[in-house]
């Protein structure tokens, strides 16, 4: 019977293996903002982690936490604690301004992901 269960277990594993949230799970550092054709590095290392749906925003100033899910090629944020969006929105070296964004993935490897936001690029390593 342990023989059986050790033939289905590698497939059983690979049904409920999630690449998105594989990729994305752990903790990346924004390296960089591309505004405008233009490059410029945070004032102040920020760190966005996300670990089974919940999602945790630091920096020097605060940290706030709230979830995130993937909507066809986005991934959207959302802050539906009225304590954590103010913790967010008063965070000092962020550019949140409002408690749910939405950000089309244009690049994805386990190393690197870059997330575009209206006119604005956050490029991340994986820390």
């Known amino acids: 019977m342990k023989r059986i269960l050790w033939l289905f277990l590698p497939i059983i594993y690979i049904a409920c293996s999630n690449e998105f949230e594989d ?42 936490f709230g979830r995130y899910y993937k909507k066809d090629d986005s991934l959207c944020i959302i802050f539906e604690d009225s304590l954590q969006a103010e913790a967010l929105l008063n ?11 939405s950000f089309y993935i244009s690049e994805q490897t386990p190393k690197h992901i870059s997330l575009k936001d209206k006119n604005k690029t956050l490029n991340f390593r994986y820390y």
Do not use: H
């Open 23 to 64: 990729q994305l799970r752990g903790q990346w550092q924004l390296q960089s903002i591309v505004m405008n054709g233009k490059d410029s590095l945070p004032e102040i290392p920020s760190y966005y982690c996300f670990q089974n749906s919940v999602f945790q925003i630091k920096d020097k100033s605060g940290m706030a």
């Open 91 to 101: 965070m000092k070296y962020t550019d949140w301004k409002s408690a749910y964004r």
